[in-house]
């Protein structure tokens, strides 16, 4: 049987984790020193008082350790929550306002590309400098922002480093209970901020990994497969099939289609691409050794990892092909 102690320690774990998440500033001291103060005062108290109230509870150095225990509770609870850097580019909004502002941004597009309902292209842009008009010099700057691009032919690549100028504005939380809260997706992301790109200009294109030869693969489908009247709609969606639809740009309407009839994990990479590949290699390689068939088989694996972009549902697939 467990003694109260133990129900007292788990208890002040969950206080500890709850007070994490009080956005308490007295004074305007930093974010986590008055959730600090006040668990420091209340242990104080209870030491010092409540063994002369309570005479059969807890003792001081039970009080104590549980403080220490509500403390280091709202502590990891803290470091768990997500939360801007000092020089985190949602810093420059001004947090009684809701409005937007200009800015000019120089950053690197790090994910995304897909169009949303506007037809907008959508990216994660990982921001190095901020110019705030009518400043005339670029400052240094870091953190993440959820950027929307109008559309252009080609249209913007990942790795792309360009210069964008727009509005940026905070996320908006969500107005119904239990809604979709597209503000709290992006902090829990690391994004604290968005930008609705007015103009935007290539700066270079930096290394990205596997990116060209993706670009190749879904270009080429493109190119050989009939239209239909479609436009690119058959060599996109042999893409997705093959690549998974983070790696390929789908029209909106495209994606609709399979919403609608519940087939939007077929757009998907998962287990069944990365077993028929891989499966397929092991299968020839342990025609000649079975160690040629492994190193067939795990260069495959990785190398495919890193054409889809790592999706989440290739990564379980191939952890799952590694084990194997």
């Avoid at 467990?2 to 007295?26: E, K």
């Avoid at 120089?106 to 037809?119: E, H, P, S, V």
């Avoid at 495919?304 to 799952?320: C, F, K, Q």
Wanted: charged residues 10%; hydrophobic residues 45%.
């Amino acid at each position: 049987m467990h003694s109260p102690l133990t129900a007292l320690v788990c208890l002040s774990f969950i206080v500890g984790l709850l007070l994490s998440g009080l956005a308490w500033q007295p004074m305007g001291t930093p974010a986590g020193l008055g959730t600090l103060i006040l668990t420091i005062l209340v242990t104080a108290i209870a030491v010092i008082f409540l063994p002369k109230v309570w005479r059969r509870g807890p003792t001081p150095p039970q009080w104590l350790l549980l403080g220490l225990v509500v403390l280091l509770a709202s502590g990891y609870g803290f470091w768990r929550l997500p939360h801007p850097s000092a020089n985190d580019v949602s810093r420059l909004l001004d947090v009684s306002r809701r409005d937007s502002q200009t800015i000019v941004a120089i950053g690197t597009l790090i994910r995304g590309g897909n169009q949303n309902a506007q037809g907008r292209q959508q990216f994660w842009l990982a921001v190095e400098q901020v110019q705030r008009p009518p400043e005339k010099q670029f400052r240094p700057s870091r953190g993440n922002v959820y950027l929307t691009l109008p559309p252009t032919n080609p249209p913007w690549q990942l790795c792309q480093q360009i210069r964008v100028t727009g509005q940026l504005y905070r996320p908006m939380v969500a107005k119904n209970p239990g809604s979709f809260n597209f503000a709290d997706y992006l902090a829990r992301q690391g994004i604290f901020a968005g930008i609705s790109s007015k103009e935007a200009v290539l700066s270079k294109n930096q290394f990205c990994g596997l990116t060209p030869i993706r670009d190749r693969i879904v270009q080429t489908q493109i190119a050989w497969l009939p239209t239909d009247g479609k436009g690119q709609w058959p060599g996109l969606l042999l893409a997705s099939i093959v690549l998974g639809q983070k790696a390929v740009n789908l029209p909106v309407e495209l994606r609709d289609l399979f919403n609608q009839v519940g087939l939007s994990h077929f757009l998907a990479a998962s287990g069944y691409q990365v077993s028929l590949l891989v499966g397929t290699v092991l299968a020839f390689g342990l025609r000649f050794s079975k160690t040629l068939a492994i190193t067939l088989g795990l260069g495959t694996l990785l190398f495919y990892l890193g054409l889809t972009g790592l999706e989440p549902s290739v990564i379980r697939a191939g952890l799952m092909w590694g084990a194997v």
